[in-house]
């Protein structure tokens, strides 16, 4: 059987998917509240023959579902939750809240979940037609937006079974990754001083405003000496009051840092907190270091990424077939100045691949805590018309659309057909972690998520 009957079996089987996409669309559940949209995937994954286990490193909506045995083990990553104050009506073209909780899919969670199943559903069948060794893992991994549920997952070693994983996300143009994500840390640095009045009893008081402005000082002076590439971000969110004549006796900021190689924030993270100390113990004062959240840096593993690329290039894109394409160009409208025009709303064509991988993207991902535990590949397909940003309300517009739709599906055959390539040919997996292994130096992971910070604190923090 070749890979064409798997991306035939998809597309008759599209319905079905879409369905459920609809239905997490509808769910609409943020970070760590996805118990519905988790119900319905365990109900559809137990349907197609899976063994669901719910409950993973200590987050109660993770879960794994899994079938077949031997190798090659490849796992397929899904996400689910939506954002929070993006309630949006599907299929209008004008911002217009929905009925309901609030949030809204804005990053197409209830696509990329549903696209990724479809490439493990659809593996599946290809191992089973021709009686095939190896075994399907989805991992249905929560809380992407602002819970780090990948990290947490990686830290416990949810995924060190797996030759490969792979996955896909919601875009506007078809196209792999043309640089990594970068490594991110937040850290609130709070300081706590002594009160006293500024002119009759300065001697009294310990200012912790001043040592906020050391601390700041001090992370300028480290700007010079650390990687070009690296960033380091502040927000002073308590000043400590608007009063001169008191001696502030508290103060905090919000601190990020991002760099495109793990082991360097890791190392940069030590560094600003050994400023907020010195900080503390120029000034009297204490200082409290809060890790909020952080991701990995993505490793790009061009073995896998080309694999990827060709499918992607030799699938039929199915979005121009969309019945809604007059939709998609009004959506288009809201976006762009007026007088251009636009007459289609999708680069059907996948963009070029950079294979060099040597332009960073803005943000970040937990995906890319997967990356550093085992060789990972991604792709972007067009579920949006050009133009559209993810976190935007035309985003939650599309969710539910034609078009959107049969970008999954496309992104499902995609990493179906890649699946079954690396099956076959199992010396890409090799190729694949001898990559890894150059990429990291041979380091092992180390998790950005300290210790002592369990999902639990960061539930009862963002929730
Ligand atoms: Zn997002
Ligand atoms: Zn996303």
């Not at 995609?414 to 390539?421: E, F, L, N, V």
Request: proline content about 6%; charged content about 20%.
């Amino acid at each position: 059987m070749d890979k064409s009957r798997v991306v035939h079996y998809l597309e008759e089987r599209a319905s079905d998917f879409y369905s459920l996409s609809d239905k997490i669309w509808e769910n609409a559940e943020i970070r760590f509240q996805e118990k519905q949209s988790v119900q319905d995937y365990v109900a559809f994954l137990e349907n197609e023959g899976f063994s669901v286990t719910v409950g993973l490193a200590g987050l109660k909506t993770a879960f794994c579902a899994q079938w077949g045995s031997g190798k090659p083990v490849i796992g397929f990553l899904g996400e689910y939750d939506a954002l929070p104050g993006l309630s949006q009506k599907a299929g209008v073209a004008e911002k217009e809240s929905a009925e309901g909780n609030g949030n809204g899919h804005g990053c197409g969670h209830n696509l990329l979940g549903v696209g990724a199943l479809m490439g493990a559903v659809g593996f599946k069948h290809y191992l089973e037609t021709e009686g095939k060794s190896g075994t399907v893992v989805y991992f249905g991994c929560p809380a992407e937006e602002g819970g780090s549920g990948k990290t947490f997952m990686a830290r416990e070693g949810c995924f060190n079974q797996l030759d490969v994983a792979l996955s896909w996300h919601p875009n506007d143009l078809n196209m792999m990754p043309p640089g990594p994500v970068l490594a991110n840390d937040s850290i609130r640095y709070s300081f706590t001083g002594k009160a006293s009045h500024a002119a009759a009893a300065p001697e009294a008081g310990r200012s912790a405003l001043d040592a906020l402005e050391l601390m700041n000082i001090g992370v300028q002076f480290l700007r010079e000496h650390i990687p070009s590439t690296a960033r380091i971000h502040y927000a002073i969110t308590d000043t400590g009051g608007i009063s001169p004549n008191i001696v502030q006796a508290q103060a905090s900021a919000l601190y990020q840092i991002r760099a495109p190689f793990a082991p360097e924030l890791a190392d940069l993270y030590e560094r600003v907190n050994n400023i907020a100390r010195g900080a503390a113990l120029m000034t009297d004062t204490k200082v409290t270091i809060k890790f909020l959240k952080g991701t990995s840096n993505t490793v790009l593993i061009p073995a896998l990424d080309e694999v990827m690329y060709n499918n992607m290039c030799e699938i039929p894109n199915p979005v121009e077939g969309a019945e809604d394409m007059a939709f998609a160009l009004e959506i288009v409208k809201t976006q762009k100045a007026a007088d251009t025009i636009i007459e289609n709303a999708f680069n059907i064509k996948p963009m070029p691949w950079n294979k060099a991988g040597n332009m960073p993207l803005a943000g970040s991902s937990d995906v890319g805590d997967v990356s550093w535990v085992c060789p990972v590949s991604q792709c972007g397909t067009s579920t949006w018309p050009i133009g559209t940003a993810a976190h935007s309300w035309q985003a939650v517009a599309c969710g539910k659309s034609d078009f959107a739709h049969r970008g999954m599906l496309y992104a499902g055959q995609i990493i179906a057909a890649t699946a079954i390539d690396i099956c076959d040919n199992p010396e890409i997996i090799e190729t694949a972690w001898k990559q890894l292994r150059d990429k990291t130096g041979n380091q092992p992971y180390h998790c950005p998520i300290p210790p002592e910070i369990t999902p639990d604190l960061l539930e009862a923090e963002t929730t």
